[in-house]
C-alpha cells in the first residue's frame, strides 16, 4: 500500500489527486492539508479517513476538530499552521508528499519532508523558483525522488526517462497562449477577473488562471525547468501550442525531437508521479488523430506578454531576484482579483519591484521569507 500526503488537498490539484486514488485500490491517504476550506475537507476525511489533516487556519481547525468528533470520528488529528503542515509532510509512515499548497508556504515543509527521505510529487512552482538553490542539493542528499506534476515537466520527464545519459540539448516548453493569445497590450487595459479566468483548455484555480493570461505563469515553469532538468536558460525555450495537445518536447544532441502528446487532463501527470515508472490504466478522454485538424505554432509575443520575459530576466539574475519576481507576481495578481488593480498592472508591479531590489546571491530561506514581505510591503506602498 502507497501512503500518501496530500498538501493542498482543496485545491484543483489536491481534489484531482484524490480521484487518482479513489481509482488505485493500492494507494492510501495518510495525511490531508488545507487553508480553510473546512467544508470540503471534512468530507475528504470522511471518505479517505487520513490519520491526520491540517487546517492552517488556526480557527478552521478548531471548527473542524468539533464536527470530526461530533459525527464520531475521534482517529483523525487535527494540527493547524505551519507546525500543522509539517507534521503531515513528515509524518511516519508516508511514501511520497504531494506538494500542491499554493505559494511560498510550501517551501519549509517540503524541505522538512525531504529530509525525512519523503519523495516529492512536486505541484508548488513557487518552492523551485525561489528555493530551487536549496531544495536540489537536498534532494540528492537524502536520495529522494523530486517527481514533476505539472504537465509540462512530467511531459519532459516522460520523454527524458529512459535516455540513459543522453543529456538533453534543449527543452521547447509549450504553451497554450491563453484566452487573450493574438491580442496586443492596447486591447488588454480593460481587462476584468472574470475576462482572465476564461482559460480555453484547461480548468485550474484561480491564480494559475491569471498567470496563464498573463504568460507568468510560462516563466515560473522556465525557470522551474532550469532546477528540475539542470539546464541553462538559453536552451529553454517557449512554443505556443494552443491546442495544449503537445505537453513539451525535448531536443537531443543529434537533432531528435521527442514530444509527449495527451488530451489537458491533470490526471495523467498526477498518476504518473504517483506510481513512476509504472504507467497504470488511466480513465479519460483519448486523443483521436482523425478528428484532429491540426497542431500549430506559434513564436510568444514578448512585448505584449512581458511577464514571460520578466521570468527570463529574473533567471538570468538567479539569486534572490527570483524570489522577487514570484512574489511581486503573487501580490499583484491577488490585487488583480480584489478588483484592486488593473490587468496590465501585474506586470508593471514586477518589473517595479525587480528594478528596485538589490540581489542577493545565494539567499537562505530566512533571506527569500523576508524579501517576500519586503516586497509585499513596497507593493503597499505604491
Not at 512530467?154 to 521547447?172: T, V
Request: aromatic share 6%; with cysteine; glycine share 8%.
Amino acid at each position: 500500500m502507497k501512503e500518501i500526503v496530500i498538501l493542498g488537498s482543496t485545491g484543483s490539484i489536491g481534489t484531482q489527486t484524490l480521484e487518482v486514488i479513489s481509482n488505485n485500490k493500492d494507494m492510501h491517504v495518510k495525511a490531508l492539508a488545507a487553508g480553510s476550506n473546512t467544508n470540503l475537507v471534512e468530507k475528504q476525511v470522511n471518505k479517505f479517513m487520513p490519520e491526520l489533516v491540517c487546517i492552517y487556519n488556526n480557527g478552521k481547525a478548531l471548527e473542524l476538530k468539533k464536527c470530526l468528533e461530533a459525527k464520531g470520528n475521534h482517529k483523525t488529528k487535527v494540527v493547524t499552521g505551519m507546525d500543522g503542515l509539517v507534521e503531515c509532510a513528515t509524518i511516519d509512515g508516508a511514501d511520497i508528499v504531494v506538494a500542491a499548497v499554493s505559494g511560498m508556504i510550501g517551501i519549509k515543509p517540503v524541505i522538512e519532508a525531504i529530509k525525512t527521505g519523503k519523495d516529492i510529487a512536486f505541484a508548488n512552482k513557487e518552492t523551485l523558483v525561489t528555493a530551487g538553490h536549496i531544495i536540489m542539493p537536498m534532494v540528492h542528499k537524502y536520495g529522494v525522488k523530486l517527481l514533476p506534476v505539472d504537465s509540462e515537466h512530467s511531459a519532459i520527464f516522460q520523454c527524458i526517462s529512459g535516455k540513459y545519459n543522453n543529456k538533453p540539448a534543449r527543452i521547447i516548453l509549450t504553451a497554450s497562449g491563453g484566452p487573450f493569445r493574438g491580442m496586443k497590450k492596447e486591447a488588454l487595459k480593460n481587462i476584468m477577473p472574470e475576462d482572465a479566468l476564461k482559460h480555453p483548455n484547461w480548468s485550474m484555480g484561480k491564480k494559475i488562471t491569471v498567470d496563464s493570461s498573463t504568460m507568468v505563469n510560462k516563466g515560473l515553469e522556465v525557470i522551474e525547468a532550469k532546477w528540475l532538468f539542470n539546464m541553462d536558460f538559453d536552451n529553454i525555450e517557449v512554443v505556443i501550442q494552443p491546442q495544449s495537445i503537445i505537453h513539451s518536447m525535448v531536443e537531443f544532441e543529434d537533432g531528435a525531437v521527442i514530444a509527449q502528446l495527451g488530451t489537458p487532463d491533470m490526471k495523467l501527470p498526477i498518476q504518473y508521479a504517483l506510481t513512476y515508472p509504472e504507467r497504470r490504466y488511466l480513465p479519460g478522454e483519448r486523443l483521436d488523430f482523425y478528428k484532429m485538424s491540426q497542431i500549430t505554432f506559434e513564436k510568444p509575443d514578448l512585448e505584449t506578454f512581458e511577464g514571460l520575459k520578466l521570468a527570463y530576466e529574473a533567471g538570468q539574475a538567479g539569486g534572490s531576484m527570483l524570489t522577487v519576481f514570484n512574489a511581486a507576481n503573487e501580490k499583484a495578481v491577488a490585487m488583480f482579483l480584489e478588483r484592486k488593480a488593473g490587468y496590465l498592472d501585474i506586470t508593471r508591479i514586477i518589473k517595479e519591484c525587480m528594478q528596485k531590489h538589490k540581489n542577493i546571491d545565494n539567499p537562505s530561506l530566512s533571506d527569500i521569507l523576508e524579501i517576500e514581505q519586503d516586497v509585499y510591503s513596497f507593493i503597499e506602498s505604491m
